[in-house]
């Protein structure tokens, strides 16, 4: 099941890696940066969604809450720290939670991302209220953590307001 997913595949173009030439290697990861924005176009309608959705929130006093595991989460904690210099909003206002704790930003913590009962109880301990919005933060789009912290949100407070990416 995990090696259908194209997390987990082997980029051919990579397996020789540590026979290119640095120059080789650069074309290759030029090559696959190319790629994002046709991906970005191909989900317009999605990121729009999601936009509005943490606008409303914003509007009713709510926050954007990160949650992910991994490289995925340490994107959603950096993200998070950076609206507040970017952007002048409250450190309160948007919040990245990742599997392990803030010792998992720099060390992993084996077996986090397996339990959907931390995602819950991350949520849970930052208070999650009906005008928050959670965004799920997973590659593989299977992750427990963030599936269970989803599927919280969704249950008991946010109906329309929780998105995985």
């Known amino acids: 099941m995990l090696e259908n997913l194209s997390t987990e595949k082997r980029n ?20 696959e940066d190319a790629k994002v924005p046709m991906v970005i176009a191909a989900n317009l309608a999605s990121i729009e969604s999601v936009i509005k959705g943490v606008i409303e929130s914003f509007q009713k006093g709510g926050r954007l ?8 989460g340490r994107l959603g904690v ?13 450190a309160t206002m948007v919040v990245g939670l990742i599997a392990g704790g803030e010792k998992a930003f720099l060390q ?12 819950k109880e ?15 933060i997973a590659a ?15 249950k008991n ?5 929780s998105f995985v990416m």
């Not at 950096?78 to 409250?90: I, N, Q």
Request: net charge negative; with cysteine.
């Open 12 to 31: 051919e173009k990579t397996t020789s890696l540590d026979m290119l030439s640095v120059k080789e290697v650069l074309q290759i990861m030029n090559e």
């Open 65 to 72: 809450i990160y949650i992910g595991a991994g490289t995925s």
């Open 78 to 90: 950096l993200d998070a720290a950076e609206c507040v210099p970017t952007f002048g909003v409250p």
């Open 108 to 119: 992993a913590v084996e077996g986090a991302e397996d339990s959907s009962i931390l995602g």
């Open 122 to 136: 991350d949520l849970q301990r930052i208070s999650l209220t009906a005008n928050d919005y959670v965004l799920g």
């Open 140 to 154: 593989s789009g299977r992750t427990p953590y963030v599936i269970g912290a989803l599927d919280y949100a969704k």
């Open 157 to 161: 407070w946010l109906e329309n307001r």
